[in-house]
Antibody, heavy 119, light 107 residues
Framework: EVQVLESGGGSVQAGGSLRLSCAAS????????MNWVRQAPGKGLEWVSG????????YYTDSVKGRFTISRDNSKNTLDLQINSLRAEDTAMYYC????????????WGQGTLVTVSS | DIQMTQSPSTLSASVGDRVTITCRAS??????LAWYQQKPGKAPKLLIY???TLESGVPSRFRGSGSGTVFTLTISSLQPDDFATYSC?????????FGQGTKVEIK
């Protein structure tokens, strides 16, 4: 059974940092891209960042470039998101989402970890 | 970035109704479009990918169609479990982008 489980969320002041983690199981981790998708309270979904199965390719939405860093450890089946220079607009539920075998859609999602940024 | 616009934003319907949600892309995404269902407090669930391919385990009352810039999600006979928010997502061009969501509520 595929499972992804996020951790690391919390409340932080603007300008601060957090490191989100995602533990994956039930599939060959290094064969799949992994992603972070966020959802601000009462808002729609926003893809934040993705990383290829090998880790060689990383991708970001413009609003987080230079502040967020995605990484993965294929020996531990974990995905991380280092979030720096947090802003109020980064407040959201952050979901870890497994990429599909072919294509950039997401076939399994975690339950999310909440990041709250106070100014 | 490719903008995805869904209509309507909210839809009121009754059990048994046929429901159609439209997703429009600001430029062609070919057939690289997915649909998700999300219930309050829960993670999204994949329903359809490549515009019209039903994810394993998803009931056949869900149907996706379209290509290029206009796509539709149709629920042929709305069931109580289908009251949720539905979102489209393009994966033709980075950054991947979602529609704003369509909430299907009980009439």
């Amino acid at each position: 059974e595929v499972q992804v489980l996020e951790s690391g969320g919390g409340s932080v002041q603007a300008g601060g940092s957090l490191r989100l983690s995602c533990a994956a199981s039930g599939f060959i981790f290094n064969s799949y891209a992994m992603n972070w998708v966020r959802q601000a309270p009462g808002k729609g979904l926003e893809w934040v960042s993705g990383i290829s199965g090998s880790g060689a390719g990383t991708y970001y939405t413009d609003s987080v470039k230079g502040r967020f860093t995605i990484s993965r450890d294929n020996s531990k089946n974990t995905l991380d998101l280092q979030i720096n220079s947090l802003r109020a607009e980064d407040t959201a539920m952050y979901y870890c989402a497994k990429g599909a075998r072919v294509g950039g859609y997401f076939d399994y999602w975690g339950q999310g970890t909440l990041v709250t940024v106070s100014s | 970035d490719i903008q995805m616009t869904q209509s309507p934003s909210t839809l009121s319907a009754s059990v048994g109704d046929r429901v159609t949600i439209t997703c429009r892309a600001s430029q062609s995404v070919s057939s690289w479009l997915a649909w998700y269902q999300q219930k309050p407090g829960k993670a999204p669930k994949l329903l359809i990918y490549e515009a019209s391919t039903l994810e394993s385990g998803v009931p056949s009352r869900f149907r996706g169609s379209g290509s290029g810039t206009v796509f539709t999600l149709t629920i042929s006979s709305l069931q109580p479990d289908d009251f949720a928010t539905y979102s489209c997502q393009q994966y033709n061009t980075y950054p991947w982008t979602f529609g704003q969501g369509t909430k299907v509520e009980i009439k």
